[in-house]
């Protein structure tokens, strides 16, 4: 019976996997007010944020390693040179949002803010353990599995157990939240109503604006209390996941009543 559901859901996976990798790159314009402006880069379903404010420019993770030009080629088309980028905030250390940070540290001298809880994974080149969430999912994973990234070191980490730290300090707005879950490191970035959440939820395949459980994760009850900690937020009404999104609160708080009543 294992095997007959497993071959029902092999045409989802070849579907999810051409999503997945395949997707044509393209960038998108989240805000562009007086106060800041956000781009959104997708290459291969791996969201990458800029956001210029005050003068200053930051990206949010860096998507999979081998899709560096593709990356540049997009900020560029927007207006943005990588050389004027500040620094960059990782979500966390996974292979899909560190993948490309040591080529933009070395070419271009961006600094790297990670979680310190991912030091070891990063140091080891993105190498760990995923716990799928689906039979779709084990089945992603298999793909996944030897693959890294070039290794490098954060320039700055943040402790899980130090608060929250505010943007003012790199001359912006907003907060860095160490928010451990998905992986010891992980952190989500506020910037005014807007939340960069990475895996802790993502969109889904098909309908990028519909929140749903993301392909890996170790403690799905863990995830449901920290997806619930950000919704607790004042002020954040958009939140833009690693892959697919974005999706207005409300739709997550929706997502959340459904998990909570299954």
Known sequence: MRLLNGLKLLPLVMLAGLCLGCSEDKAVVVEDSKDRRIVRFDVASANVYVVEENGHRLMIDAGNPGDEMRYEALMRESGIDPATIDFAILTHGHIDHAGTAAFFQERYGIQIIG????????????????????????????????????????????????????????????????????????????????????????????????????????????????????????????????????????????????????
């Open 115 to 262: 979680g310190g809880g991912d030091t070891p994974m990063i140091e080891a080149a993105g190498d760990v353990d995923l716990c799928p969430t689906s039979i779709t999912a084990k089945l992603l994973h298999m793909t996944l599995k030897g693959k890294q990234y070039p290794a490098f070191q954060l320039d700055r980490e943040i402790s899980a157990t130090g608060g929250t730290v505010d943007l003012a300090e790199f001359g912006m707005t907003g907060t860095v939240i160490p928010h451990s879950g998905h992986t010891p490191g992980s952190m989500v970035i506020t910037i005014g109503s807007h939340a960069f959440v990475g895996d802790l939820i993502r969109g889904g395949v098909l309908r990028p604006e519909v929140p749903a459980t993301h392909f890996f994760m170790c403690d799905l009850e863990e995830n449901q209390r920290r997806i619930a900690e950000i919704m607790a937020l004042e002020g954040i009404r958009h939140w833009h996941p690693g892959h697919f999104g974005p999706f207005p609160t409300a739709a997550v708080g929706q997502y959340l009543t459904r998990q909570l009543d299954e």
